[in-house]
């Protein structure tokens, strides 16, 4: 896979289909434990600020071009990225990938009135997938029970909607404890969902 590295943080070069086609979907049906970062230019300032965010954006399997911010800055470097893929639509394609295999997904973040009307959506929008699990955002992100509860309802998908960089950290500090799922922050997508 090719990358362009934009102040440190590598980006996939690809495009949205190739990403789910070649990358997403083969992952999830092979059970594979993936930590996708959708990163816009703010998410890349912070890293700049945060070394141990870089670090853990260093780490993540997928890091996508999510602002056109980025993907103006890849041509800046003569290295183009094919194209943004915005966070709230991966999130989206990956649900309609869930109801049409009928995959298990744990939402995780936001105030819980909202968590609730997202998942009352979801359930009228995707009735097929599995909602396995769901918590509200506002909770100690070291706190281990919360990734327990996770862990004991054997999610295929984990959508971490804590906003960056609390996302970000909460799935490299507790997806160590999973053999498998694809885990994701959403950042503000709940809301989004909520309508
Ligand atoms: N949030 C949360 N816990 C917190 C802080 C924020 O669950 O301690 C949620 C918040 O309710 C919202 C999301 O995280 O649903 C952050 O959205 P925002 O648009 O601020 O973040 P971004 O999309 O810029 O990452």
Redesign the pocket.
């Known amino acids: 896979q090719a990358y362009v590295e934009i102040k440190g943080i590598p980006f996939v070069k690809i495009n949205n289909q190739q990403l789910l086609h070649d990358h997403l979907y083969p992952g999830i049906e092979a059970k594979k434990k993936l930590f996708v970062v959708t990163a816009n230019p703010?998410i890349v300032m912070a890293a700049e600020e945060d070394e141990d965010y870089k670090q853990i954006l260093q780490k993540a399997d997928y890091v996508i071009a999510d602002g056109i911010g980025v993907v103006l800055g890849s041509k800046l470097i003569r290295q183009p990225l094919p194209e943004r893929i915005a966070g709230y639509d991966l999130m989206y394609q990956l649900l309609e990938k869930a109801n049409h295999d009928g995959l298990r997904c744990y939402f995780l973040?936001?105030?819980q009135d909202?968590l609730n009307k997202a998942m009352a959506n979801i359930k009228i929008k995707f009735p097929n997938l599995v909602i396995a699990g769901s918590h509200h955002?506002?909770f100690d992100i070291n706190d281990a029970s919360v990734a327990q509860d996770v862990k004991k309802t054997d999610p295929d998908l984990v959508f971490v909607?804590?906003?960056?960089p609390?996302q970000e950290k909460w799935i490299h500090e507790h997806s160590n404890q999973f053999s498998q799922g694809l885990f994701m922050g959403v950042?503000?997508s709940?809301?989004g969902l909520a309508g």
């Open positions: 703010e973040g936001a105030k909202v955002g506002y909607g804590l906003g960056f609390n950042g503000g709940f809301d």
